[in-house]
């Protein structure tokens, strides 16, 4: 939705906060100025004023504060340079205007409630202007947290000089990407620590609650009491974006508050968003021609139409089980198969229904095609309970135990894949697909079989058993290695867990002792992770910023606190 994606998270970015002229401009580090020592500042620069004054336009006594300090002396008591707006110009106009006038006539500027590399007159009353957001050390923050975040195959990773001119033009899912997922895992660290401001508080609701309206907008299943939670937030982004920029709403602001009758009219924005007509005007700008305008519709209309009658007759044809029409039709894949990139095809494809594969072959080929491999005991303990759940009517029991009446002994043989796809988006394992390994997911075997739980595919493995009536199975299973939640007192320091429709939050980098297997039924999506050392915590924990955007979570206990 471009009035969401390109019309609010960018507009933001750029307009509100200005973020496309961070670039760094020196590498030369900056001390910040404390309020006090802005207070010794100014001293100075008065006492160097008056000095100059009285000794006849002296002015290197006037260059040795920042310029930040001269501009806002200036600026408070109308005091303007002529020509370029140099520290010199400034130092010069300051001077010159105590010919006319006593220094001690001044008004000093007051000092600011936190640290500072560049003093300047604070807007309003928590210091929120459009050019003292985002400094150039959050700027580089995120970036290097972008280049460390693991995300999904399926999402394609901003520019690493994201906030630069020179990274060109974004597309719209790179700007739903690094607002709602990269800055998310950034800024609440930042802005929620000891040292942030009440202004840096109110500037990370204000986007949160934007961040919370967009994903809530673009989520596969909708209902009135989503529909109605996104008006809120959207609603709150805006009110709190007059209040604290005095910003001037555009029509992307006012349009927004017509979705939500949209989505309760016409459901989940994935059945009528324009997208899939801007993909075919790519597709159609992409394809060479010969400039003959007149025919070029017909020849385009008639290829598309060959096009889906040859997709038509391959996918429709019962062709013979033989290893040369295998070997034709994962060509055919391979040349034709649709891009599964970027969020906006894994949105269509999540609508779809659920279907699970490794490859383009049958789960029995695959099979037939790799070596078999022996389970580890504790992995094959639980691929035993695994398949006895739910309960059938034909149980199985450890190869190590008795037989008793109707149990068949469970082969403790496999064969392990790189991966595997479920609803055309591909998990795999840590060693060959780590960019994919990071799922939430649920143990239908434990104590509490509905708690969503962050891990790691650390395997992936087909397994195949005969009942002692029906067909052999051949099934998928996957081996996760579960983070560890935090305790409860530092539970309590996680930034995350105040904004919790976010569906974020933090666990120790490290596993539990006991592993997981779970059917691919039991995977509920990919989480975007991030390693770091949180304030409070002092441990390496991992960020789990989940990307489920199907389940519905309890609004009654997720109601957005910003207190």
């Known amino acids: 939705m471009h009035n969401l994606f390109l019309g609010e998270l960018r507009h933001h970015c750029r307009e509100v906060w200005g973020i496309n002229i961070k670039d760094k401009p020196t590498t ?5 100025h404390t309020p006090e020592e802005q207070r010794k500042w100014l001293g100075k620069l008065v006492s160097a004023l008056r000095s100059s004054a009285a000794s006849k336009r002296l002015l290197s006594p006037l260059t040795q504060p920042r310029k930040g300090y001269l501009i806002a002396l200036a600026h408070l008591n109308a005091i303007h340079p002529h020509g370029k707006l140099t520290k010199l110009e400034y130092a010069k106009a300051l001077l010159k205007w105590t010919e006319s006038n006593d220094v001690d006539s001044l008004v000093i500027p007051p000092v600011l409630s936190k640290d500072t590399v560049d003093f300047h007159l604070a807007d309003n009353e928590y210091d929120i202007s459009k050019q003292g957001i985002l400094t150039v050390d959050v700027i580089e923050r995120i970036r290097a947290d972008i280049k460390a975040t693991y995300l999904p195959s399926w999402i394609e990773r901003p520019p690493l000089n994201f906030g630069s001119r020179s990274h060109g033009k974004l597309k719209a899912d790179h700007w739903r990407t690094v607002c709602t997922i990269s800055m998310v895992i950034t800024l609440i660290p930042i802005w929620t620590s000891s040292t942030a401001t009440e202004g840096d508080r109110l500037l990370l609701e204000n986007f949160i609650h934007l961040v919370v309206a967009v994903d809530l907008a673009t989520r596969r299943t909708m209902d009135a009491q989503r529909a109605r939670l996104f008006d809120e937030h959207m609603l709150s982004y805006l009110q709190t974006l007059r209040r604290l ?7 992307n ?12 009219l016409f459901g989940p924005v994935h059945g009528w968003w324009a997208y899939p007509f801007e993909r075919y005007n790519g597709i159609i700008q992409r394809l060479n021609t010969n400039n003959k305008i007149d025919e070029i519709p017909l020849t385009f209309m008639r290829l598309f139409y060959a096009g889906a009658e040859l997709r038509w007759l391959v996918a429709s044809t019962e062709w013979p089980d033989t290893e040369e029409f295998r070997d034709l039709m994962e060509a055919f894949s391979r ?43 504790n992995i094959y303990a639980k691929l035993v309970n695994v398949v006895n759940q739910p309960h059938t009517s034909q149980l199985y029991t450890s190869y190590l135990s008795e037989l008793g009446d109707g149990l068949i002994h469970l082969s403790p043989y496999v064969r392990k894949l790189a991966k595997l796809e479920v609803n055309g988006v591909t998990y795999g394992s840590r060693d060959s697909n780590i960019r994919n390994s990071f799922a939430l997911f649920r143990d239908p075997c434990s104590s509490e079989p ?14 195949r058993r005969a009942p002692a009536e029906g067909e052999v199975v051949v099934e998928l299973f996957l081996v996760l290695d579960e983070y560890l939640p935090l305790s409860e007192q530092h539970a309590a320091q996680d930034p995350y867990t105040r904004f919790p429709l976010l569906n974020t939050h933090l666990c120790y980098d490290r596993f539990r002792s006991r592993r997981r297997v779970i059917r691919p039924v039991d995977i509920q999506c990919h989480f975007a992770s991030l390693v770091y050392t949180p304030d409070g915590i002092d441990k390496p924990c991992i960020v789990v910023r989940s990307l489920d955007r199907v389940s519905h979570v309890n609004l009654v206990h997720l109601i957005m606190q910003f207190s």
């Open 253 to 264: 602001h006012h349009l927004s508050l017509h979705i939500a009758a949209c989505l309760l």
């Open 450 to 463: 509905t708690l969503p739980r962050a891990g790691q595919i650390s395997e992936v493995f087909l397994h």
């Open 28 to 32: 030369r580090k900056i001390t910040p």
């Open 335 to 377: 040349v034709y198969q649709d891009a599964a990139r970027g969020t906006r095809v894994v949105d269509v494809l999540g609508t779809l229904s659920s279907s699970v594969t490794s490859s383009g072959r049958s789960l029995h080929d695959q099979f037939k095609s790799l070596d078999d491999t022996r389970l580890d005991s």
């Open 245 to 251: 920029f005095e910003h001037q709403l555009v029509p």
